[in-house]
């Protein structure tokens, strides 16, 4: 079992950047690949961002290519999508979620949860 809390979501004017973290709790945290997926009202939840267990292959939806980082340190069991570049399309709602295999893009692969945190971009 693994638990996931998110933080680090808040309001931000475009441009300007955050840090999400994820926190896990739990055995093995480093067996899982961590994702990122963010929703937006009226909208359908999509990849942002992923990162392996093992070396750290990243991947990134084309909206968040170039713009976010995503990064993962096992020793404190923490994953972190840092954000640089927001702009007002950005804004979502951000989960993160670990999964033991399968496809890091596809939401039906991913175990585990957070509650999501609120990021908002202001024009």
């Known amino acids: 079992q693994v638990q996931l809390v998110e933080s680090g979501g808040g309001l931000v004017q475009a441009g300007g950047s955050l840090r999400l973290s994820c926190a896990a709790s739990?055995?093995?945290?480093?067996?899982?690949?961590m994702g990122w997926f963010r929703q937006a009202p009226g909208l359908q939840r999509e990849h942002v961002a992923a990162?392996?267990?093992?070396?750290?292959?990243?991947y990134y939806s084309d909206s968040a290519k170039g713009r976010f980082t995503v990064s993962r340190d096992n020793a404190t069991n923490t994953a972190y999508l840092q954000m640089n570049s927001l702009k007002p399309e950005d804004t979502a709602v951000y989960f993160c979620a670990a999964t033991l295999g399968g496809s890091v893009w596809l939401e039906r692969f991913y175990d585990y949860w957070g509650q999501g945190t609120q990021v908002t971009v202001s024009s």
């Open positions: 990162i392996t267990w093992g070396f750290g292959t990243t």
């Open positions: 739990g055995r093995t945290f480093n067996a899982y690949a």
